[in-house]
C-alpha cells in the first residue's frame, strides 16, 4: 500500500534521531480497515516522550493526498481512555506500529485497556449526559435559526453529540463516522426507535420544520433512552427525594415567567422560559419520570406575541403538580401567615 510509505519513512526517522524522544505511533482510520480508496489518506499519530518529539510533527501532500503527522500527548490519550472525547476509537481501534521501549508500551495498553472497560455503567451515563448537554444547546440554536442550510449545519452538530451519546450509551465508541454513522448506530444494541427515521429526515428533508422537529425528536429519544438504561441497571434516583421541596421554589419561576408575559417582555420570559426548561430537566435527571410529559416551553415563544408562552407555561405549572400528585410529592402551601405561624410554633 503505497500511503503506507510515510509511515515508513517517520519510524525511519524516529529509529535513526528520535528513539529517546517518541513513545509510540499509531495508525487508525480506514487502512487499518482495508476500507481505502486512490484519495484515502493516512490517519496516524504519535506520542512524543520529549519536547523535542514534537519537531516530528508535520502536514504535507503527496500526489494530491494530505498527510498529517499528528503528535498527541499522554494527557491526550488519557482524556481518550476515560471517554471524554470523541474520538476514543483511535484509542480502542488503533493499531501500534512503533513503540519507544516496554514501558511505553505497557502504558499504551494499559490506557487502551481502561477505554476498552464497559463495567462502570455510571461514568458512561454521565459522559452520555455531558452529550446531552450538548445537544441540547445545539438544538436551542438551531430552533431560533430559519434559514435551511444553517438549520442543517446545527442540524448535523446536534447529530454529532446525539450519536456519540447513543455510543456512550452501548459502552462504545464511533469507529467509522460519516456516511457510515447511521449504519454503525443501527447494529448497536440500544437504539432510539425512531432513530433511522429522524436522523434520515435531517439528511433527505428540504422543510426546516421537518429538520426542526426530526432535531427534537432525536435529542428527547436519547433523554428517554438513558432513563430506561438507568432504570435497569437500578441507578435511577428517587423521585420524591430529588423533588421534595422543589416546586416551593420554582413556583417562583412560574410567576416570573407570568409578569414577564403580562408585560409583553420578550427578553425576560424567554430566559425565564428557558430556565424553567433547564431546572426540570436537571432535577428530572436519572429519575424514573421524563421531562417529555410536560409541554415545550421554548416552541411556543414569539417575540411579538407572548399569549401562547404565558398558555404554555400554565400547562407547564399545572403538568408538573399533576406529577407530583402522582407521584404523591407533598407541596407545602399556607394560605395566610397565621397558618405559618401555627406551623412554626407546632416545630
Given at each position: 500500500?503505497?500511503?503506507?510509505?510515510?509511515?515508513?519513512?517517520?519510524?525511519?526517522?524516529?529509529?535513526?534521531?528520535?528513539?529517546?524522544?517518541?513513545?509510540?505511533?499509531?495508525?487508525m482510520g480506514s487502512t487499518i480497515y482495508?476500507?481505502?480508496?486512490?484519495?484515502?489518506?493516512?490517519?496516524?499519530?504519535?506520542?512524543?516522550?520529549?519536547?523535542?518529539?514534537?519537531?516530528?510533527?508535520?502536514?504535507?501532500?503527496?500526489?494530491?493526498?494530505?498527510?498529517?503527522?499528528?503528535?498527541?500527548?499522554?494527557?491526550?490519550?488519557?482524556?481518550?481512555?476515560?471517554?471524554?472525547?470523541?474520538?476514543?476509537?483511535?484509542?480502542?481501534?488503533?493499531?501500534?506500529?512503533?513503540?519507544?521501549?516496554?514501558?511505553?508500551?505497557?502504558?499504551?495498553?494499559?490506557?487502551?485497556?481502561?477505554?476498552?472497560?464497559?463495567?462502570?455503567?455510571?461514568?458512561?451515563?454521565?459522559?452520555?449526559?455531558?452529550?446531552?448537554?450538548?445537544?441540547?444547546?445545539?438544538?436551542?440554536?438551531?430552533?431560533?435559526?430559519?434559514?435551511?442550510?444553517?438549520?442543517?449545519?446545527y442540524a448535523i452538530e446536534m447529530i454529532?453529540?446525539?450519536?456519540?451519546?447513543?455510543?456512550?450509551?452501548?459502552?462504545?465508541?464511533?469507529?467509522?463516522?460519516?456516511?457510515?454513522?447511521?449504519?454503525?448506530?443501527?447494529?448497536?444494541?440500544?437504539?432510539?426507535?425512531?432513530?433511522?427515521?429522524?436522523?434520515?429526515?435531517?439528511?433527505?428533508?428540504?422543510?426546516?420544520?421537518?429538520?426542526?422537529?426530526?432535531?427534537?425528536?432525536?435529542?428527547?429519544?436519547?433523554?428517554?433512552?438513558?432513563?430506561?438504561?438507568?432504570?435497569?441497571?437500578?441507578?435511577?434516583?428517587?423521585?420524591?427525594?430529588?423533588?421534595?421541596?422543589?416546586?416551593?421554589?420554582?413556583?417562583?419561576?412560574?410567576?416570573?415567567?407570568?409578569?414577564?408575559?403580562?408585560?409583553?417582555?420578550?427578553?425576560?420570559?424567554?430566559?425565564?422560559?428557558?430556565?424553567?426548561?433547564?431546572e426540570i430537566e436537571n432535577g428530572f435527571?436519572?429519575?424514573?419520570?421524563?421531562?417529555?410529559?410536560?409541554?415545550?416551553?421554548?416552541?411556543?415563544?414569539?417575540?411579538?406575541?407572548?399569549?401562547?408562552?404565558?398558555?404554555?407555561?400554565?400547562?407547564?405549572?399545572?403538568?408538573?403538580?399533576?406529577?407530583?400528585?402522582?407521584?404523591?410529592?407533598?407541596?407545602?402551601?399556607?394560605?395566610?401567615?397565621?397558618?405559618?405561624?401555627?406551623?412554626?410554633?407546632?416545630?
Open positions: 500500500m503505497e500511503r503506507m510509505k510515510a509511515a515508513e519513512l517517520l519510524i525511519e526517522k524516529i529509529e535513526k534521531d528520535y528513539k529517546d524522544d517518541i513513545a509510540c505511533v499509531v495508525i482495508n476500507d481505502t480508496h486512490d484519495k484515502s489518506d493516512l490517519d496516524l499519530y504519535f506520542i512524543p516522550k520529549t519536547e523535542r518529539g514534537y519537531q516530528l510533527q508535520d502536514v504535507f501532500i503527496i500526489d494530491g493526498v494530505g498527510y498529517d503527522f499528528w503528535a498527541v500527548s499522554w494527557e491526550f490519550i488519557e482524556k481518550l481512555s476515560n471517554h471524554e472525547l470523541r474520538i476514543t476509537s483511535i484509542l480502542t481501534e488503533g493499531k501500534v506500529l512503533y513503540y519507544g521501549d516496554e514501558e511505553d508500551q505497557r502504558k499504551f495498553q494499559k490506557l487502551k485497556e481502561r477505554a476498552l472497560n464497559e463495567n462502570d455503567r455510571d461514568t458512561f451515563f454521565n459522559r452520555v449526559e455531558i452529550q446531552l448537554k450538548e445537544s441540547q444547546n445545539l438544538l436551542f440554536i438551531l430552533n431560533e435559526e430559519n434559514s435551511l442550510h444553517k438549520v442543517r449545519q454529532g453529540a446525539v450519536t456519540y451519546g447513543i455510543a456512550l450509551l452501548n459502552r462504545t465508541t464511533i469507529k467509522r463516522g460519516r456516511g457510515k454513522l447511521k449504519n454503525e448506530i443501527l447494529q448497536m444494541a440500544i437504539v432510539p426507535k425512531k432513530f433511522e427515521r429522524d436522523y434520515d429526515t435531517v439528511f433527505i428533508s428540504n422543510e426546516v420544520s421537518s429538520i426542526k422537529r426530526a432535531s427534537k425528536s432525536l435529542v428527547k429519544q436519547l433523554i428517554n433512552s438513558l432513563q430506561e438504561e438507568r432504570k435497569k441497571t437500578g441507578s435511577s434516583i428517587d423521585f420524591n427525594d430529588a423533588f421534595g421541596g422543589y416546586y416551593e421554589e420554582l413556583i417562583n419561576f412560574y410567576n416570573k415567567l407570568e409578569r414577564a408575559c403580562q408585560t409583553n417582555d420578550p427578553y425576560a420570559a424567554l430566559i425565564v422560559a428557558t430556565e424553567i426548561t433547564k435527571k436519572g429519575t424514573d419520570v421524563s421531562p417529555d410529559e410536560l409541554p415545550d416551553l421554548i416552541e411556543p415563544y414569539n417575540p411579538q406575541d407572548l399569549k401562547g408562552l404565558a398558555s404554555a407555561g400554565k400547562k407547564h405549572q399545572k403538568a408538573l403538580l399533576e406529577i407530583l400528585d402522582r407521584k404523591k410529592v407533598p407541596v407545602k402551601s399556607y394560605e395566610n401567615f397565621e397558618e405559618l405561624r401555627g406551623a412554626l410554633e407546632r416545630k
